[in-house]
């Protein structure tokens, strides 16, 4: 299906139009990633500008799943390979990452992965139909340490509203960080939302599911002896 304009970012929260979770520091793209770029866009990724039906995107009607943020892309690759009945939409913001993730879909034919190069916020609002989703991945998001800074944290109140409604029945939201205190921010952010449910029955963080690769970041930080929180909710 041809696809159409996209509803008007006036839309959007106030909060989400006033504040960036993210900062652009493009780093030198690789030789692979810029021909990953040349020769695989039209394939893989989504313009933002455009409205789309999702089925008729990946050609069929399967779980929908969103990861924020996925970096250099392996993670998300990994996923996508091992669930092949699952649809994927990575979403970020810096090219050599996309560059990255779209030379490993091409070489792997991971024909159920498609990628937004934009703001996952507003791509969430305007191109995402509510109780849609079956998972929203958030892992390793920029912690914004500086107490000056933490009104940049993408996981705020308006977010996990949105995400919330995003998600179908039963969908999940899995986030995971390696800053204690950004776990904590998080937790206390998820547990405020009446329609998300831990399913940790303690209240607290879980063991990381099996269905999240380890990235080599994180097995680097694990060596380095740093602790990873993983936080997953249910949507009721």
């Given at each position: 299906?041809?696809p159409t304009?996209s509803?008007?970012s006036?839309?959007?929260?106030q909060?989400f139009?006033?504040i960036?979770s993210?900062v ?6 690789t030789?692979?990633?810029?021909w ?5 866009w ?9 409205h ?9 009607n399967?779980p929908?799943v969103?990861?924020?943020g996925f970096?250099?892309?392996e ?10 009945e699952w649809?994927f939409?990575g979403?970020?913001?810096?090219r050599?990452?996309?560059g ?10 991971l024909d159920n992965?498609r990628?937004?190069c ?9 191109q995402?139909?509510d109780h849609c989703l079956?998972?929203?991945?958030l892992f390793f998001?920029d912690?914004w340490p500086k107490r ?5 944290r ?8 949105l995400?919330?409604?995003k998600?179908a029945?039963?969908g ?8 204690k205190?950004?776990a904590?921010?998080?937790l206390?952010e ?8 831990n399913i940790n029955?303690?209240g607290?963080?879980?063991?990381r599911p099996?269905?999240?690769?380890m990235?080599k970041?994180?097995?680097?930080g694990?060596?380095l002896?740093?602790k990873?929180w993983d936080l ?5």
């Open positions: 299906m041809p304009h509803p008007s006036q839309h959007l929260p909060h139009k006033k960036r993210f652009l520091r493009q780093g030198r793209l030789a692979a990633q810029q990953a770029l040349d020769t695989q039209e394939t893989f990724c989504l313009d933002h500008n455009q789309y039906d999702l089925a008729g995107v990946f050609g069929r399967a929908l969103v990861e924020i970096g250099n892309g993670g998300l690759a990994a996923m996508a390979a091992s669930k092949p649809n939409i979403i970020e913001v810096h050599p990452g996309v990255h993730l779209l030379m490993l879909a091409a070489r792997q034919g992965v990628v937004f934009h703001d996952a916020v507003e791509i969430l609002e305007q995402i139909p079956a998972a929203v991945h998001p912690p000056k800074h933490h009104k940049r993408i996981v705020t109140t308006a977010f996990v509203d995400v919330a409604r998600l029945g039963g999940r939201f899995h986030a995971a960080t390696d800053w205190p950004y904590e921010w998080m206390v998820l547990r405020k939302e009446p329609r998300l449910q029955s303690e607290g963080y879980c063991p099996a269905e999240r690769p990235t970041f994180e097995q680097r694990i060596k002896g740093h990873v997953v909710f249910v949507r009721k």
